[in-house]
């Protein structure tokens, strides 16, 4: 079952950022068409040569000559609005046609605006370079960001934005697609807008409709309407492909109606999945199985026990063995299995195999990682399968679709498969690699920093890609691969991230069956939460997922709010900004600069504010405490500066670190939530020391807190002296901490969840780790990580489940400073319920 691909492209790769996302925007728009179904205010499209009714105010406005006339403002050097309309409209609609043409540096944004008061006071809709779109209130020149989402956003690219206005009911379109919307009660009524923020664009088409539901598009090729709930599927019933009735199978159903069992072993795992009649095998615990593959026979459902089941070092085949001359469905092919909630690793062969013909086959909510070969792989003319809400974490060669080139009589016409919510997680390639099949249909994925390409269709494959989610992949989709000839693909409704354009070709027909395709930007957020083991239940349990991490014992005691235990309370304490004046703010430029501000600050902060830089500067004596939901979307860097504290705030989406600290001493970040990023959660580097990061939680990252800035940054020897305790490491990969140099480095009393390392010490640092509940961790702590040379780690009292064994190795200095350790047995209920902003009253 292994296959080799030598690879070949028939296009352009590498092809990134807004060029790529420009193509996106384009689509989005085929197939839409407007109407009217209110009286219209206002409306302009330029025609006339002039720009009477408008009044502008900074930048530079005029009409465009040429015979597309458009509003145009050409001026990148401040923010510029144009007004028009009447202060006394109260409910209504507001569209226009916008064009970017420039960008003057990152988080630049062009707008439309409604319920005008002023230049300097009305609601708005925002299309930032950073691709997002958010929903916003300007007062008196203070901006508060009411609702995001991610869009692609590039220049020369033309978008239809929409802002609907109806009592207190905001509502935000792009391209006929609801992507933000709010309740705010600030403004009743005024006037309407466009505007630039440093950027230049044109405006055309603007239109104002009254009661608030403006020109909607209706796609010319409506997507059927669904038989059931489009979010996570009931526990035993099978969507997409698997739900056909086709080759004398209605639908999947597995082992229902047959006797349940389950098994621990791998010899009672083995012989009931190779039994005849229908059954439910629940599989408890992780099961090592031998040799590289298992046979699984018809009516069939294995399902895991909890989010701790699965199977180690051997896979699941179903299917007849191979026979080239069986060239169409025998009466005896593998058919109505289904395989759920399980963890495959390290698989010798393939984690699960369907061969021969094998039909009516449902693969849902299972994780998988690194193996030998495929995640998934289909072939040999099987059909009417569905693969959804499952994780592939890591894997390279992850989900195969047809066998080979040669393998036409088997598969022309078959491998009829459905792909949809599934988390592509830093998997290479094969996303699936498509022969023959068609109809084949991937929607609603969410793939994140895939290594070589997502979705190749070959050898007159017919592919519909549609609603996905790209994120930072160079390759989402292409024709041909390797040896193999072309395929058709067609791609609709994909949110392309720091990705590329993708290529395309033919036509497909839609599958059958009725489906419904989610908002594609929203899918990284719908597919993270709900994709891998432990998100349903065992059969004939309720359909809703459990939270993405197990529920906290209530009640737990919560720190006290002052509690500064660690390095920071060494060499002087830490205080940050007390003594000094306590200021309010709600607007990132402003938060900019009072972190700049040469005097002590106690600066409290309030809405989710754009700051205006990737990293912006804070010095010291400063403490930054978020109030209520405070959410900063870029980073903070604490950079040759000492005695600052960082509490309470959320980073979402920061486009390199979220806080960085080097050369910094005295340092308490406390009590943030990490939500998703470019770079680091928390890096602590070049003699950075002296420093506690406390009651976090990261989630949805990747990269989380590096402590050490290289192999070759000897100078920090002596310093990185740092304190890690409470953090919640919710699903997060790596560096919790990795250390270079930085000796004794204090681990305590943290909870770590589903993570491929846990605490790695390297080139001679000294890291105590003591009193942490590790669970679902591939290597909770190492000695030595990839080229660097390991340090000495001590670790005790640690609670490991269902994790591998922890690595230790020499020994590491005192803890100078007192400090309670709490028995790690309590830890999973503490920190998940006093970890993270929102957990202390500021």
């Known amino acids: 079952m292994h296959h080799s691909d030598t690879r070949r492209r028939r296009h352009r790769r590498g092809f990134l950022t807004a060029i790529g996302a420009a193509f996106l925007a384009v689509a989005l728009t085929v197939g839409m068409a407007a109407t009217a179904h209110a009286d219209t205010l206002f409306s302009d499209d330029f025609s006339d040569g002039n ?156 239109r104002v409709d009254s009661g608030g539901a403006g020109p909607t598009p209706t796609p010319t090729n409506p997507t059927p309407s669904p038989t059931g709930d489009p979010g996570n599927p009931g526990t035993n019933v099978a969507d997409g492909w698997a739900s056909v009735d086709a080759w004398g199978q209605n639908g999947t159903t597995g082992g229902a109606g047959g006797p349940t069992v389950t098994v621990s072993t791998a010899s009672q795992f083995v012989t009931e999945a190779a039994s005849s009649g229908p059954k439910i095998i629940q599989v408890s615990g992780m099961i090592a199985l031998p040799g590289p593959m298992h046979e699984v026979t018809s009516d069939k459902t294995i399902v895991g026990v909890g989010a ?201 027909t839609n599958p059958p069956y009725a489906y419904t395709v989610g908002t594609a930007c929203d899918m990284k957020a719908v597919v993270t939460a709900q994709a891998g083991v432990g998100r349903v239940g065992l059969p004939g349990n309720p359909t809703t997922p459990p939270p993405s991490t197990p529920a906290p014992t209530p009640t737990p005691t919560l720190p006290p709010a002052g509690d500064l235990v660690g390095w920071a309370t060494q060499n002087g304490g830490t205080t940050g900004g007390a003594g000094g004046q306590t200021v309010t703010v709600s607007d990132g430029q402003a938060l900019a600069d009072a972190l700049e501000s040469s005097s002590p600050l106690v600066i409290r902060v309030t809405g989710s504010l754009t700051m205006p830089d990737k990293m912006n500067d804070v010095r010291s004596n400063k403490t930054v405490l978020g109030v209520g939901a405070a959410t900063l979307d870029n980073g903070l860097n604490i950079s040759g500066a000492s005695n600052v504290i960082v509490r309470n705030l959320t980073f979402r989406g920061w486009d390199d670190d979220a806080i960085n600290v080097q050369g910094s001493r005295n340092v308490w970040i406390d009590h943030n939530t990490f939500d998703g990023g470019y770079d680091g959660a928390v890096d602590v580097k070049r003699a950075s020391d002296f420093v506690t990061v406390s009651w976090n939680r990261v989630t949805n990252h990747t990269k989380s807190m590096l402590l050490g800035h290289d192999d070759g940054h000897t100078a920090d020897i002596g310093h990185l002296r740092v304190t890690y305790h409470h953090n919640w490491f919710d699903g997060s990969k790596e560096r919790h901490p990795r250390v270079r140099f930085g000796d004794p480095v204090h681990v305590f009393n943290n909870y770590y969840y589903g993570a491929d390392y846990g605490v790695a010490s390297t080139m001679g640092a000294g890291v105590l780790v003591e009193g942490n509940h590790f669970e679902n961790v591939t290597r909770p702590t190492a000695v030595g990580y990839a080229e660097s040379d390991p340090g000495d780690l001590v670790q005790r009292n640690n609670i490991f489940t269902n994790s591998g064994a922890p690595e230790s190795a020499g020994d590491v200095a005192p803890i100078p400073y007192p400090y309670r350790l709490d028995d790690a047995s309590g830890v999973k209920a503490a920190v998940t319920a006093g970890a993270g902003a929102g957990r202390i009253n500021p």
């Not at 970017?100 to 990152?106: D, E, K, L, V």
């Not at 008196?140 to 590039?154: E, F, M």
């Not at 206005?165 to 006037?191: C, F, H, I, P, Q």
């Open 308 to 508: 701790n089941s699965g199977f180690t070092g051997g896979g699941l085949n179903i299917g007849l063995p191979i026979d080239n001359a069986v060239t169409a469905p025998p009466a005896n092919a593998v058919h109505n299995v289904i395989v759920r909630n399980l963890n495959f690793r390290n698989w010798a062969d393939d984690a699960i195999n369907v061969q021969m013909f094998s039909h009516h086959v449902w693969i849902d909510h299972n994780t998988w990682t690194t193996g030998a070969d495929g995640g998934v792989d289909i072939k040999r003319g099987s059909s009417y399968v569905t693969v959804s809400y499952n994780h592939a974490d890591g894997t390279d060669k992850n989900m195969l679709l047809g066998h080979d080139d040669g393998n036409a009589a088997q598969d022309t016409g078959r491998l009829k498969v459905t792909y949809h919510h599934n988390f592509f997680d830093n998997t290479n390639q094969r996303n699936p690699r498509v022969r023959f099949g068609d109809q084949v249909h991937v929607y609603n994925n969410y793939y994140l920093n895939t290594g070589n390409y997502g979705v190749a269709s070959t050898e007159n494959a017919g592919v519909v890609v549609e609603g996905n989610h790209f994120e930072n992949v160079d390759d989402p989709y292409h024709l041909a691969e390797g040896s193999s000839g072309d395929g058709r693909l067609v791609a609709r409704n994909n949110c392309l991230v720091n990705s590329g354009a993708g290529q395309t070709g033919g036509s497909v």
């Open 51 to 206: 720009s009477s009714g408008w009044t502008a105010s900074g930048g530079s406005w005029s009409v465009t000559g040429d015979s597309a006339r458009a509003l145009r403002q050409g001026g990148t050097s401040s923010d510029a609005r144009s007004l028009a309309g009447t202060s006394s409209w109260t409910d209504y609609s507001v569209q226009t046609t916008v064009r970017p043409t420039a960008f003057n540096g990152s988080n630049r944004f062009v707008a439309l605006l409604a319920r005008v008061q002023s230049s300097t006071s009305y609601y708005y809709l925002a299309l930032r370079s950073n691709n997002t779109v958010e929903l916003k209130r300007l007062t008196g020149g203070s901006a508060t960001t009411l609702d995001t989402a991610a869009l692609p956003v590039g220049t020369g690219t033309t978008y239809t934005v929409r802002l609907d206005v109806a009592g207190g009911s905001l509502k935000g379109y792009v391209n006929g697609a609801l992507l933000a919307e709010a309740t705010d009660t600030s403004y009743a009524s005024g006037r309407i807008g466009v505007a630039t923020f440093y950027a230049s664009a044109d405006f055309d088409d603007v």
